[in-house]
């Protein structure tokens, strides 16, 4: 049997692999071998890549669907039919009693490009709803706004992940890619290997820190009054790119009269930093002509996250590194599709393309490939966690269907939102595992796997991909365009639904035609042949746009735009009651919520339970020693952790990873505090305090679900 290739299911490297069995016949477990052929890790994969076929024939895989009759009766085994009719009749029953939004949607990320698509044209034209948003939200949604709101587009990278190798430095902010995205460590080696600087800023000294020339260690939620502070310093000492902010930017008077205030003594009592590594940084980014600065959540996930990246942007723009190859900003995107998911629909404002839904010519064209009317299509929704609150309420949706995300663990304040979710009278989830959002399905519909299925993706550098299916799923699954379709169908919804990937990509072409993200110029044969396409491409002569702003800027005038931020601290900042802050984020070995890596026995190995991560000193003024559990309180709640000591982290920080549910549920404790342009919870700080407890009162934390 010959290898198929295709790319992990995980997170936006999207490493390539190949897939295939040994032995004549082809008999044995699937093997997953990593492509040298691809870019974005040239041989490379993390733990998670190398098990990722473990998920495929994990014990309490879903391979029937499952319905409930009542609330309080157990999901059992029905056929799709059965599950089909169900899910129509509620849709029928509650759109009839209380209006067309009383259906949402909440999709995910992880989605290929062809079901994001399908989804949010689903939620538009088969339910008339205009209550659909995802999991993005939560993920790339502030650096997306500032891109937006600085270069009129929001593509990832700013040209290939290789180019990097290349830089004369690079400034990474809130990113742990050591664990988030182990081989992208190999571009930033290239670069420190010709003579390039890495620089990292985060409140823990992470592996990736590790490797980096010069650390900055700020509290956290403090970057914004950092890049300020640092864009302050830059003008001091004459570092500015003068000539460029003339000719092809917009606003840097304003923003050189509000940094004026953020002077380096201010900025190191607000931020930990002190002022020679400020200094430091900013002259190592401004020796090259070839620099970049890349931020990823730890930066992002703020109420004021949008200003945070906006911060970091202008600085980048002063000191003239975009709009030519080889340097720029670049935000690096997390989940598998998060490009390519968030730019086709599944987005409350949206339409597909990237284009906006309240936008009379987008709505023109889009209804007419839909083959329905503009008036027709609904207006702007909910954003997440503004949608996931309101499930269930008075004026909220009564029924939900779920694709592609596990909110009850990964959603800000999860406790509410999970209540929110019981609250509903109808909620359908499509997985291939029981997660914990699954299990409170009215029916739950079993769903194809990476490896069982085709469709397209869009990594982190924009660049379109193909997933190329290698097995046969199990009997009684489908895919979710089938389901979608099944759905549409019985809906008696206009327009075409294929559950044929490949027909639902030449559609999508056809309505993102003309739009910020344009893919009429890709095919599948493209993709195969080039070894991907990157987007804008508007016509099948057209090469792709590794590098979009050599030219011009995608806004109006073609100019960047600075805009000034001032810093205002977190939304809940500590006090003597929850003195200490609290950060979250990932480790190696688990993937976000954990509803698939809790499952991969290696994985769960290498990372068995949640657990809290805090200075020694701090520790010892709270008589907490290594392995303790502990429970972390904040005001929405608290969680039961084993304490693990570290020197690497700030004294007045502590941090947990949110892979976990249960009493060990970080999202128990995190503030759903949003940003006011891009809806942003702030995931990545809150006020917590921290209390030692007996043992013998708690029980242990189940680290494998199955
Ligand atoms: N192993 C693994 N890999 C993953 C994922 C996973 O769940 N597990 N998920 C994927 C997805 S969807 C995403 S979005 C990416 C996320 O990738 P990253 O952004 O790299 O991951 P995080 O761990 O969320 O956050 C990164 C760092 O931000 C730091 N940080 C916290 N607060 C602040 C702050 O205020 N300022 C600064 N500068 N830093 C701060 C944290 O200490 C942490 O080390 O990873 C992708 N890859
Ligand atoms: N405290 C805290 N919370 C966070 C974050 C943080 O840093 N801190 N990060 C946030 C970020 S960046 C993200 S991206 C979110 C992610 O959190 P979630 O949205 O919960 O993401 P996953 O855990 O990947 O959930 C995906 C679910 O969909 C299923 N699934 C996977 N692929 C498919 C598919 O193709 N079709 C269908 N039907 N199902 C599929 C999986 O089995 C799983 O149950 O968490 C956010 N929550
Ligand atoms: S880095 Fe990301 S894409 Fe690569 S193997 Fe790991 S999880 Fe998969
Ligand atoms: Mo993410």
Redesign the pocket.
């Known amino acids: 049997m010959t290898d198929t290739r295709t790319h992990c299911p ?4 999207q490493c390539g692999m190949s897939l295939g069995r040994d032995g004549a016949p082809a008999a044995g477990p699937l093997r997953v071998t990593p492509r040298v052929d691809v870019p974005a890790n040239r041989g490379g994969l ?1 733990q ?1 890549g190398w098990t990722a076929a473990e998920m495929l024939t994990v014990p309490d895989r879903l391979t029937s669907p499952l319905m409930r009759s009542r609330r309080d009766a157990p999901l059992e085994p029905c056929t799709w039919d059965e599950a089909v009719d169900r899910i129509t009749s509620e849709i029928t029953r509650l759109q009839g009693a209380h209006g067309l939004d009383a259906v949402a949607v909440f999709g995910g ?1 992880g989605l290929t490009n062809e079901k994001a698509y399908q989804l949010g044209k689903f939620a538009r034209i088969a339910l008339r709803t205009s209550q659909i948003d995802y999991n993005g939200r939560f ?2 949604s502030s650096a997306a706004a500032a891109s937006g709101r600085a270069f009129g587009l929001d593509r990832g990278l700013p040209g290939p992940v290789t180019d990097l190798g290349r830089a004369d430095a690079i400034l990474l ?5 050591a ?3 182990p081989p992208f460590m190999r571009h930033l080696t290239d670069a420190q290997r010709g003579g390039g600087a890495l620089i990292v ?4 000294r ?1 592996a ?2 590790r490797q980096a020339d010069l650390y900055l260690q ?6 914004l009054a ?1 890049a300020n502070g640092m864009l302050h310093l830059a003008i001091e000492e004459s570092l500015l790119d003068e000539e460029f902010l003339a000719a092809r930017t917009g606003g840097f008077e304003a923003v050189r009269t509000v940094v004026n205030g953020y002077w380096p003594d201010r900025v190191e009592r607000i931020t930990g930093v002190p002022v020679p590594s400020m200094r430091e940084a900013v002259r190592l980014l401004a020796r090259g002509r070839r620099s970049y600065v890349l ?8 109420a004021r996250g949008t200003d ?1 990246v906006t911060a970091f942007i202008n600085l980048a723009l002063a000191l003239g590194l975009p709009g030519r190859p080889g340097s720029g900003y670049g935000c ?4 598998g599709n ?1 490009q390519g998911g968030r730019e086709h629909g599944q987005k409350a404002d949206q339409l597909p393309g990237y284009r906006k839904i309240d936008d009379p010519e987008a709505r023109a064209h889009v209804a007419a490939v839909w083959g329905v009317r503009p008036a027709d299509l609904p207006g702007p929704g909910r954003s997440a966690y503004e949608l996931l609150s309101a499930l269930g309420t008075a004026e909220g949706p009564k029924a939900m269907l779920l694709f592609g995300s596990n909110p009850v663990v990964s959603a800000p304040r999860a406790s509410a939102v999970e209540e929110r979710i019981r609250a509903l009278d109808f909620l359908a989830v499509a997985d291939f595992v029981p997660s914990e959002s699954a299990v409170l399905a009215d029916v739950v519909l079993p769903t194809a796997q990476w490896a069982e299925e085709s469709g397209t993706m869009t990594n982190l550098e924009g660049r379109v991909l193909r997933r190329n299916r290698a097995v046969t799923p199990p009997a009684d699954v489908r895919t979710d365009l089938e389901i979608l379709a099944v759905l549409a169908d019985r809906l008696h919804a206009p327009g075409t639904w294929s559950g044929e990937p490949s027909e639902v990509f030449e559609e999508l072409r056809e309505a993102s035609a003309g739009g910020p993200a344009d893919y009429s110029g890709i095919t599948y044969e493209r993709i195969e042949k080039e070894g991907g396409v990157f987007w804008p491409c508007p016509s099948e002569e057209h090469p792709g746009t590794p590098r979009p702003f050599l030219e011009r800027f995608a806004t109006p005038d073609g100019r960047a735009r600075l805009t000034p931020v001032e810093y205002t601290g977190p939304a809940e900042d500590v006090d003597p009651e929850y003195p200490v802050y609290l ?10 919520s954990g509803a698939q ?1 809790r499952r991969v026995k290696p994985l769960v190995d290498a990372a068995p339970e949640a657990f809290v991560e805090l200075h020694p000193d701090l520790a010892e003024r709270l008589d907490i020693a290594d392995g303790d559990r502990v429970r972390v309180v904040s005001r929405r709640g608290s969680a039961t952790v084993r304490a693990r000591l570290t020197e690497a ?1 700030r004294y007045d ?1 502590v ?1 947990m ?3 976990w549910a249960g009493e060990g549920r970080a999202n128990l404790l995190t503030n759903p505090a949003l940003d006011p342009l891009s809806r942003m919870p702030e ?3 809150c006020a917590v305090r921290l209390e030692p407890v007996l043992s013998a009162s708690v029980p242990v934390i189940e680290g494998a679900v199955a």
Do not use: W
């Not at 995980?10 to 490297?13: D, N």
């Not at 800023?201 to 823990?204: A, E, L, T, V, Y």
């Not at 931020?295 to 703020?302: I, L, M, V, Y």
């Open positions: 995980y997170c936006a490297l993390c998670k990320g993920c790339m902010t809130g990113g742990n890619v664990e988030t995205m800023i985060d409140p823990r992470t990736t820190a700020p509290t956290p939620g403090t970057d950092l931020t990823a959540r730890g930066t992002e996930q703020h945070m690096l995107t997390g989940q998060g950060t979250t984020g990932r480790v190696l070995a688990q993937y976000q890596t982290i920080t941090f990873p949110f892979h995931f990545k700080v």
